[in-house]
């Protein structure tokens, strides 16, 4: 089955009782049972719901996996990885990531005595020079926030297994219909849902996946002991979401182009990071994993004044200044000042997030106005 056909019907059927062709939302807390251990394998909602089930086997479909796992938020999905860990394991991560991952990784788990390495994965070699006995996790973002590096998912997957340790990958950016790390030997995918799986902007979620029967069983206790689950409406508004994913990650994909040519051109703008430029030091690897390049893309202005880009983020009247990424509206974000503000300016700037670099997150407008929008107020 291929991938639009299982975005729209995998995990999915017609409610029994009604013949309803979208799943309902079971808005329960609790099932009755007919016996003492005698139900329909619904028991409390915390560990299981009809709606949320269904959302779980989709994702897992789409990532060419068979156990997903949906959380409260991208951050609790993460959570529920590390916790997989014990004291005195060690993480290898990519050095350029999103600032909550680095938040909760730094300042949440490293007190628990888990060490955490920051390492520049482009070359995905120089991951192998990290590693130790103790290195139980490497965590991947490939395309990365908001540097847009690429990183080769198949070869640190073989350092991984090598290794012993699990390789868990964030394929937010990407999601499942540019590109599934499962079948390039990840362990694990994790997602914030709120972005591209919802696509609207109206829910906060998170997602695992995995293909490990034996990571699942994990994965599904952690899920049900610590009880970070997403509610039953948010499950079926980003399955809803799911159902649309390929016809919109192609339009971000589109307008994501033709927007990356168009800044790459412009006078006032210096660098313009994008993975389907030939010029990228991985496009190799991003054409190789990725079927198409999509539609986050970021740029620096010339000069590098923190108050140009200001300026320019205050100035824009389709894209909307705000947090987040994935929707159908266009967004435009300053990393220094919000998404990535938690990680220390030095830190920051090593990655090359300096204080004019700007990030879009390319929706589906007519791609003529987007650029009319960016002109006006380059200009």
Avoid at 23 to 31: D, G, R
Avoid at 136 to 151: G, H, S
């Amino acid at each position: 089955m291929k991938f639009a056909t299982k975005a729209i019907h995998a995990g999915v059927h017609p409610d029994e009782s009604t013949g309803a062709i979208m799943t309902p939302i079971y808005q329960t807390s609790t099932y009755v049972q007919d016996g003492v251990g005698n139900h329909k394998g619904y028991e409390y909602s915390r560990t299981l719901n009809p709606t949320r089930h269904a959302l779980e086997k989709n994702i897992a479909a789409i990532e060419n996996a068979r156990f997903g796992a949906a959380f409260g938020s991208g951050l609790a999905a993460i959570d529920c990885v590390v916790k997989m860990l014990h004291p005195g394991d060690e993480v290898i991560s990519t050095n350029d990531l999103y600032g909550g991952t680095y938040r909760l990784f730094t300042t949440i788990f490293a007190k628990y005595g888990i060490k955490f390495q920051f390492v520049d994965m482009s070359d995905a070699s120089n991951v192998a020079n990290y590693v130790t006995e103790k290195t139980k996790l490497i965590w991947v973002e490939t395309p990365t926030n908001p540097m847009m590096n690429i990183i080769d998912i198949e070869a640190v997957a073989k350092i991984a297994k090598q290794a012993g340790a699990l390789l868990a990958v964030d394929n937010t950016f990407a999601t499942p219909y540019l590109q599934t790390p499962i079948d390039l030997g990840a362990d694990i995918v994790m997602h914030s849902a709120t972005k591209y799986l919802g696509g609207h902007s109206d829910v906060v979620m998170g997602i695992l996946v995995t293909d490990n029967e034996e990571i699942s069983k994990e994965m599904y206790r952690i899920q049900n002991s610590t009880g970070a689950v997403t509610a039953p409406m948010d499950s079926f508004l980003v399955l809803r979401g799911i159902k649309t994913l390929h016809l919109r990650v192609q339009r971000h994909c589109e307008n994501g182009a033709k927007i990356a040519h168009w800044l790459a051109k412009h006078p006032k703008v210096d660098k313009v990071y994008w993975p389907g430029f030939e010029s990228h030091p991985n496009h190799a690897i991003a054409k190789k994993q990725m079927r198409d390049f999509g539609g986050m893309i970021s740029f620096t202005l010339k000069g590098n004044k923190i108050e140009d880009a200001h300026a320019l983020v205050k100035k824009v009247e389709i894209f909307a200044l705000a947090e987040s990424l994935g929707g159908v509206e266009s967004l435009i974000g300053h990393p220094a000042s919000m998404t990535h503000a938690s990680i220390p300016k030095e830190e920051r700037e090593k990655t090359g997030v300096v204080d004019s670099l700007i990030r879009l997150s390319v929706g589906v407008e007519d791609v003529e106005d987007l650029i009319a929008d960016l002109e006006q107020a380059l200009r």
